[in-house]
C-alpha cells in the first residue's frame, strides 16, 4: 500500500462525492452521460476550466490506467511531478477524450497530471492507503509508543542487574 499525499485524498473523496450528486437518486445515467460529454466537448474546444476535479470528473470513466505503480508514486507528492511522464501513463477510451486531455495537457500540464492521479485514486481505492490524521488516532499512536517505553523500563525476573548496584560496598566511607 502507497501512502498518498492529503491532497489527492481530498480531491479523490470530491470526485467521488461529485460523481454520487451527478448521478442523483435514483441513478440518471443518461443525465450522467450529458453532462460528462458536456465537460468533454468544453475541454476539448480548449475553454479554460482550471479545476482538478472538473477534469478528472470528465475524463474519470474515459481513462485506461496503463501503468498504476507509477501513477501511485507520482500520488505521492501533489504540487511536484512530471506530467509527461503522468500523461504516458494513461491512454483514453476514445477519441473525444483523447482531444479533451491533450488540449488541456499542452494549454496546463500540471492540472493534466493532478486530474489524472485524481481519476486513477478515486477508481482504484484499494491499492492506496490514508493516513489517519484525527486526534483520536494521534492519541492511540502516543498511547502505543508510551506502552513500548513502559516496556523497556521494567525489568523482568531472571535479567542481569548486578550492574545497578554499587560493587565495591561499603569501601567508599
Not at 25 to 41: A, K
Not at 108 to 121: D, G, Q, S, V, Y
Not at 130 to 147: M, P
Request: charged share 30%; aromatic share 6%.
Amino acid at each position: 500500500m502507497k501512502s498518498i499525499h492529503p491532497e489527492f485524498i481530498y480531491q479523490s473523496r470530491e470526485l467521488a462525492a461529485q460523481i454520487e450528486d451527478t448521478l442523483g437518486e435514483p441513478p440518471d445515467r443518461r443525465n450522467y452521460d450529458r453532462v460528462i460529454d458536456s465537460l468533454i466537448g468544453e475541454f476539448a474546444k480548449g475553454t479554460e476550466i482550471d479545476d482538478v476535479n472538473l477534469l478528472s470528473f470528465a475524463l474519470a470513466n474515459h481513462l485506461v490506467f496503463d501503468d498504476a505503480p507509477g501513477l501511485l508514486a507520482e500520488g505521492s507528492q501533489y504540487d511536484k511531478g512530471d506530467a509527461a511522464k503522468v500523461l504516458k501513463m494513461v491512454s483514453c477510451s476514445n477519441v473525444e477524450s483523447g482531444n479533451a486531455l491533450s488540449t488541456v495537457f499542452t494549454a496546463n500540464p500540471e492540472l493534466a497530471r493532478k486530474a489524472i492521479i485524481t481519476a486513477f485514486l478515486y477508481k482504484n481505492p484499494k491499492r492506496w492507503t490514508d493516513e489517519d490524521h484525527s486526534l483520536e488516532a494521534l492519541q492511540q499512536e502516543e498511547d502505543k509508543e508510551n506502552n513500548v517505553e513502559d516496556d523497556e523500563d521494567q525489568i523482568s525476573h531472571g535479567e542481569d542487574i548486578e550492574h545497578l548496584f554499587d560493587s565495591r560496598g561499603d569501601e567508599n566511607v
